[in-house]
């Protein structure tokens, strides 16, 4: 009887069993679901990762801030990817690279055979030859080209089309009535892209830092860099702990990291393989004219009423603006005023705090305003003149203006210690509001290096400049980009338009879609009829100061 009820009590519990084992079997297979999908993802971000920092810069590789900055920074590189440039042979001869001088441009018959009227586009197309006058079959050339009517002191930049067969487009807007006249430059042949390339990849320590250390009587001089080799002796990691840019200086033989006083450019490392130097040489291959097959100029007729525009088969984005008797005219976005007496900036600045942070093409702009308005007076902080900071205050019109030189790789000389500041940081310190107005440019000193190591820093500006907007939504944000300029051997190896251009298109695209402004230098440099040049020159610097000052005080309707 006993064993009856036993039986019975068990055959009742089992069904209760049978369910708590299949909520645990269930809940098993979501855990490992969920570990596998976690896998994956993890999978995913470490493919990522390995794929930017497996690359050959060997000892120079930094983990980015998250995996989705590793994402955005893999999206950068295929977005800026250059084609493929030809190897070079051995011995170094020119005979098969790009030539200038045989090299043509023509342009494309318009309307009726010949006709162009406001708002078309113009087509120019360029074949590129060697020094045996052979057509060459592969791109890669580094182009620039510009429409222009010296009489009118008119310019625009355009925009060009690689084909990857040795032949490129160049697209123009036609934006006057007139006389307009091509130009197209061969900046680097193909041959010589090939060398920065390599240069970029195997010796981005070209260009080398210097600190020095001082305790008493004792002073040392070491070699710093943003990464340096490791089998040349210990290090200073001097990493920024809040930014996680990285600095790195040989540990002195004597005194201790905590002992270093300054920071100063070094020198230049030029390590250019058997006869490579005869790719870059002015008036023969390095940012040379190329010749028209024809005519150069065309003339522009106003624009009909209903008349359909000529538009280009190449598809291209249009020029952010243009130069129209001398003064720039913006495409969209805010109008362009004429800033031209300092009673008007004065009276725009009116009560404005504006912050330059950047390199030498930002501190040109301080010294533009510091020069254009005579109330503004530069507050003396005993500061070298090439590094600052500076500070200048106008106390009637409760103006301040002031510049501090972003952190390294920066070529400057003497900088103490102390004024090493990443822009991050000095953006984190900023209150912000409606008369607060905040300007970046920094481009030029991060061309030696992997281009990584540029877009980390840029992405670390802009979480700083999201947490601005974010506590003081009115903060003006404006943003200067990079600008061609003069090439010699030395400049091209350091700074070449080519990487300067790279770095051009990285700075557009990591802050699109932010509440920020741009100064388009590049084009404002380009389409102007002065020549190239790191610092351009002042007709140039006051047109960027009125597409500033335009932003800061728009007018009405306009």
């Known amino acids: 009887m006993k064993a009856r009820v036993r039986k019975r009590q068990v055959s009742t519990c089992l069904p209760k069993y049978r369910i708590i084992f299949l909520f645990l079997a269930v809940f098993a297979i979501i855990c490992m679901l969920y570990s596998l999908h976690t896998l994956e993802t993890k999978v995913n971000s470490i493919t990522i990762m390995s794929r930017l920092f497996n690359h050959p810069h060997s000892f120079c590789t930094f983990q980015p801030h998250s995996p989705e900055e590793a994402l955005e920074e893999d999206l950068l590189l295929r977005s800026i990817a250059w084609p493929e440039t030809p190897s070079l042979p051995s011995p170094l001869s020119l005979t098969e690279s790009s030539d200038p001088a045989h090299s043509t441009f023509t342009i494309v018959p318009g309307r009726g055979g010949g006709q162009w009227h406001i708002g078309d586009k113009l087509e120019v197309m360029i074949k590129i030859y060697d020094f045996q006058g052979r057509p060459k079959k592969s791109g890669g050339d580094v182009l620039v080209a510009r429409l222009s009517n010296t009489t009118l002191l008119a310019g625009v930049a355009g925009r060009v089309v690689d084909h990857l067969n040795g032949s490129y487009s160049a697209v123009f807007s036609l934006l006057w009535e007139g006389s307009a006249q091509v130009e197209v430059t061969l900046v680097h042949p193909s041959e010589a892209v090939t060398v920065l390339r390599r240069l970029t990849s195997e010796q981005h320590d070209r260009i080398y830092f210097k600190s020095r250390f001082r305790s008493g009587s004792v002073t040392e001089s070491t070699t710093c860099n943003v990464c340096l ?133 930002i501190r040109q702009w301080f010294e533009h305003l510091n020069a254009a308005l005579p109330d503004l007076k530069e507050y003396n902080l005993h500061s070298l003149k090439q590094v600052g900071p500076f500070m200048a205050l106008d106390y009637a019109n409760n103006i301040m203006v002031t510049y501090r030189c972003h952190g390294p790789p920066i070529r400057f000389a003497n900088v103490p210690t102390s004024e090493l500041r990443y822009i991050a940081n000095e953006l984190d310190g900023v209150v912000g509001g409606a008369n607060t107005v905040v300007v970046l440019g920094i481009w030029s000193h991060f061309s030696t290096f992997p281009i990584e190591v540029y877009i980390r820093r840029l992405q670390g500006i802009r979480r700083a400049v999201v947490r601005l907007l974010a506590r003081a939504p009115d903060t003006l944000v404006i943003i200067r980009t990079a600008n061609l300029k003069a090439l010699s051997l030395y400049e091209t190896l350091t700074n070449s338009d080519w990487f300067s251009l790279q770095r051009d298109k990285v700075l557009r695209a990591v802050f699109k879609g932010l509440k920020v402004h741009l100064v388009d230098a590049w084009e404002m440099g380009l389409a102007h009829h002065l020549p190239h040049s790191l610092h351009p020159q002042p007709p140039i610097i006051k047109n960027m100061i009125d597409v500033l000052l335009s932003h800061i005080c728009p007018k009405k309707n306009s």
């Open 229 to 361: 080799r490791p089998t040349q002796g210990p290090l200073c990691n001097y990493t920024d702990l809040h930014t996680g840019d990285p600095w790195f200086c040989y540990r002195p033989k004597k005194l201790s990291c905590d002992n270093r006083i300054t920071h100063l450019k070094g020198r230049f490392k030029q390590n250019l393989q058997a006869l490579e130097e005869k790719l870059f040489q002015s008036r023969v291959n390095l940012k040379v004219s190329i010749p028209a097959s024809g005519p150069t100029t065309v003339t522009v007729l106003p624009k009909m009423k209903g008349q359909p525009e000529v538009k280009s088969s190449i598809v291209t984005s249009g020029p952010s603006g243009y130069y129209y008797k001398g003064a720039w005219r913006a495409l969209g976005g805010t109008t362009v005023h004429q800033f031209n007496n300092h009673s008007a900036i004065s009276q725009c600045l009116k009560g404005k705090v504006v912050h330059l942070y950047g390199d030498s093409t």
